[in-house]
């Protein structure tokens, strides 16, 4: 089955949100697990936008983007007759193009992974820190306008090892809970917890660096 991806913005569905909404999107779904193609359409068109962006924060080439996006639409398409409603399309959506950009992740060659030990605080035998990154200064950042502080720590974020990147981008920017992330993940809680603490103390470590 192929998807044909939409360049276009995402249509809003904010009214989801009502009544009104909630019937909507119910009409909307009967639709689709009836195989509306018309209705397959305009799921594709009003949310190809914001998947893209999203798997974009995941994969570091636009064309894996596009093809978690793809497997996913066809992911969904597969299985919305066992869809049950209990959370919204998009959201249902969401998860779905997460777990096709982990797959993926998962099943390429990776790269080898550098370390971060360099930019974790240090401690001497007596537990005294011995180094800390430096705090993100006040001027340098009043001097970068937004869209280009937006950038830096997009690229910041990028350059984490994948398996730090990938804990704090569903704790910090898909704000998944830890349990949530450590299900997707398949790890525990607790490793859940250590990487991402790990990783937002190297990301503290870039940014300052880039923000001087």
């Known amino acids: 089955m192929r998807v044909e991806l939409s360049r276009s913005h995402p249509v809003s569905m904010e009214a989801a ?4 909404g909630f019937a909507a999107e119910a009409g ?3 639709r689709l697990q ?15 936008a914001r998947l893209l962006a999203i798997a974009r924060r995941y994969l570091r080439s636009e064309e894996d983007a596009r093809d978690a996006v793809q497997e996913g639409f066809v992911a969904a398409f597969r299985s919305i007759s066992r869809f049950q409603g209990g959370s919204s399309l998009s959201t249902w959506l969401h998860r779905i193009v997460i777990n096709a950009c982990l797959m993926k992740l998962r099943s390429s ?14 401690f001497d035998e007596s ?3 011995v180094f800390e990154p430096e705090e993100e200064r006040e001027s340098a950042e009043a001097s970068i306008d937004r869209s280009q502080t937006r950038r830096i720590v997009r690229e910041a974020i990028d350059r984490l090892p994948e398996h730090y990147r990938t804990v704090l981008l569903l704790r910090d920017i898909e704000e998944l809970s830890t349990a ?5 993940l398949g790890l525990t809680e607790n490793a859940v917890k250590i990487r991402l603490h790990r990783a937002r103390q190297a990301l503290r470590t870039l940014l300052g660096s880039a923000l001087r």
Do not use: K, Q
């Not at 949100?17 to 009104?20: C, R």
């Not at 009836?34 to 190809?48: K, Q, S």
């Not at 060659?109 to 240090?122: G, K």
């Not at 949530?180 to 997707?184: K, L, P, R, S, V």
């Open 17 to 20: 949100g009502s009544p009104s």
């Open 28 to 30: 909307f779904l009967e």
């Open 34 to 48: 009836r195989g509306d193609e018309g209705a397959c359409e305009t799921l594709v068109r009003e949310n190809t």
């Open 109 to 122: 060659r990776r790269r080898p992974e550098t370390s971060i030990e360099d930019l974790l605080p240090r």
């Open 127 to 129: 537990g005294h820190r």
């Open 180 to 184: 949530e992330a450590a299900g997707i």
